[in-house]
């Protein structure tokens, strides 16, 4: 009963953001870059952040120092929605946070290069988690899908308040149900992605540090394999890695391909779900196992991204030369 009536608190949420969104013109307007069509409300993902705020209220200020860094990133990334910030002021804010949430798991008193690895990671999952934010549903299934594979850990091994995560998956499911629409009511925006990949960041590492197991960083390698196959292919072509672009792989599919974009989200969602069930089982082999097992599955979902997304390239330039 608890748990319903958080969810109908976040949908009512949602829906008087959209008043306000509605009111100060928070829209996103489609370009020649966009995966739609028709001008949509932005910034539905700050119930993201308004569930990690109740939470926080509620356990007692539980984690001060990372909730404080997840502020400062939800904050200047929601001024960013609105005005467009310059990358170093965002850049800046991206360092302290992660900074204030490397302070929360006491990464000052280890080895210089956890906190480093800590560093790249966050900075590169919060970028991925942004780009990746381009069709309907997609952010929800695959938040959905990490977060529930955290909490299924979380059971047995304790790593993290179990609220933060619940109360956070209540959210994207109020979100989710605005977003996983054919015609979506609201995009979580830069406000929301950034907001959940900080807060599953936060969560992964206090499983990785407690754990002292990396593995379970693949719980994010579906999103992982998409984002540094574009970023090479777009370094190839000598392209603009931090431009809006339509060149990752859901987005062939979603467009070029002609494939419905829910269920391209969802085909995500369910395999990094399917992913990060494998990855746990193998947590529970030697390393020399775990190490092949990331070798080699990495290997083949790499191998099976590259030929997808050429074989789609291919009919497309074929299409494109028919009709011309």
């Not at 001008?39 to 569930?51: C, K, P, Q, S």
């Not at 939470?55 to 404080?68: K, M, N, R």
């Not at 992964?204 to 390698?221: E, H, R």
Request: aromatic letters at 16%; glycine letters at 6%.
């Amino acid at each position: 009963m608890h748990y319903i009536l958080l969810l109908a608190a976040f949908i009512l949420f949602e829906l008087f953001y959209f008043r306000i969104a509605d009111h100060f013109n928070i829209i996103d307007k489609p370009n020649e870059r966009s995966s739609h069509t028709e001008i949509t409300l932005r910034g539905g993902g700050i119930v993201f952040y308004f569930a990690a705020l109740i939470y926080f209220i509620v356990s007692g200020f539980s984690y001060p120092w990372f909730f404080l860094g997840l502020t400062l990133m939800t904050v200047v990334s929601f001024a960013d929605d609105l005005l467009t910030l310059s990358n170093k002021l965002r850049l800046l804010i991206h360092f302290l946070s992660v900074l204030l949430m490397s302070y929360e798991l006491d990464l000052f008193a280890m080895p210089w290069f956890y906190l480093l690895s800590t560093f790249v990671l966050v900075v590169g999952v919060i970028n991925a988690y942004n780009f990746m934010d381009g069709i309907n549903g997609i952010t929800a299934a695959y938040s959905l899908a990490v977060g529930g594979l955290l909490m299924l850990v979380n059971s047995t091994v304790g790593f993290i308040d179990p609220d933060l995560l619940s109360y956070t998956m209540l959210g994207v499911l109020a979100f989710a149900f605005f977003n996983f629409r054919k015609k979506a009511k609201c995009f979580a925006g830069d406000v929301g992605s950034v907001a959940i990949a900080f807060i599953l960041m936060f969560a992964l590492a206090k499983l990785i540090l407690q754990t002292g197991n990396f593995l379970y960083i693949l719980f994010l390698g579906i999103y992982g394999i998409d984002a540094v196959w574009t970023i090479v292919r777009r370094l190839y072509l000598k392209e603009n890695i931090f431009q809006a672009h339509r060149s990752h792989l859901y987005q062939y599919l979603a467009n070029e391909a002609g494939v419905p974009k829910l269920l391209v989200s969802a085909i995500y969602g369910i395999l990094q779900f399917v992913f990060g069930m494998l990855v746990i089982y193998a947590t529970n082999f030697d390393v020399k196992a775990q190490i092949l097992f990331s070798v080699v599955s990495l290997l083949v979902l790499s191998i099976v991204y590259l030929l997808l997304k050429e074989s789609i390239l291919k009919k497309h330039i074929r299409s494109n030369q028919q009709t011309s």
